[in-house]
Each structure stands twice: as structure tokens, then as C-alpha cells.
């Protein structure tokens, strides 16, 4: 069976970090683009980071940039997001997603999606 299985996540106060990481399973992923997206309470899911196949290139929303930092493993089909000076406005669930087109998972039209970690940052 296909999974990826997120953790990781937690309470945390503002200006503080976590890494979430994302255990994929079922099949080889180390020819998959991988990504993060989030969904805070309320408001629709979005995008946070997302890492080509060689793991060479990384893309970051701009909400993130220079704090969040995408990585992975390719050998342990694992991806990570190390979250720094988190803020309460990073409160959210967080999701990862892979998929063989690293335009499906930037666009969130991933073909494989974990079930989320909840972030919760504290002010």
C-alpha cells in the first residue's frame, strides 16, 4: 500500500522550530518531486515548499522564505521541512504530497498526499 505518514508536529511558542518529516512507503519515491502544503482553520490549503526529484532545486512560498527549508532522503524516501521563527500565522495543518511531475505537486495535483500533522504555534 502507497503511504506517506507525516510527524513531527506539535505546540510551539512564537520564534521557536520543528521539523516535520514525511515517511513515504509502498513504492520507490526517489524519482518523485515532493512538496508541503498547509491548511489553517478556516482558510483554504496552500502552498509552503516543494523539492525536485534530484533534490537539487527547492521552491519556497514567499510566506516562508528564509525561515522554512525543504530537504530529503532520497535513499530513505523521506523528505523534511525544518520550520524556523515560527509565527501563530503558521498555525495550520501541514500536508506533504509526491508525484512523478513536480508541476502536480507545486499545483497541489499531487497523485499521493499524507493525511497532515497539526502545527500549532503559541503567541
Known amino acids: 500500500q502507497v503511504q506517506l505518514a507525516e510527524s513531527g508536529g506539535g505546540l510551539v511558542q512564537a520564534g521557536g522550530s520543528l521539523r516535520l518529516s514525511c515517511a513515504a512507503s509502498?513504492?520507490?519515491?526517489?524519482?518523485?518531486?515532493m512538496g508541503w502544503f498547509r491548511q489553517a482553520p478556516g482558510k483554504e490549503r496552500e502552498f509552503v515548499a516543494a523539492?525536485?526529484?534530484?533534490?537539487?532545486?527547492?521552491y519556497n512560498a514567499d510566506s516562508v522564505k528564509g525561515r522554512f527549508t525543504i530537504s530529503r532522503d532520497r535513499a530513505k524516501n523521506t523528505q523534511y521541512l525544518q520550520m524556523n521563527s515560527l509565527q501563530p500565522e503558521d498555525t495550520a495543518v501541514y500536508y506533504c504530497?509526491?508525484?512523478?511531475?513536480?508541476?502536480?505537486?507545486?499545483?497541489?495535483?499531487?497523485?499521493?498526499w499524507g493525511n497532515g500533522t497539526l502545527v500549532t504555534v503559541s503567541s
Open positions: 504530497n509526491a508525484d512523478p511531475s513536480f508541476y502536480r505537486v507545486r499545483e497541489g495535483a499531487a497523485d499521493y
Open positions: 509502498g513504492r520507490d519515491f526517489s524519482n518523485d518531486a
Open positions: 523539492i525536485r526529484r534530484g533534490g537539487g532545486s527547492t
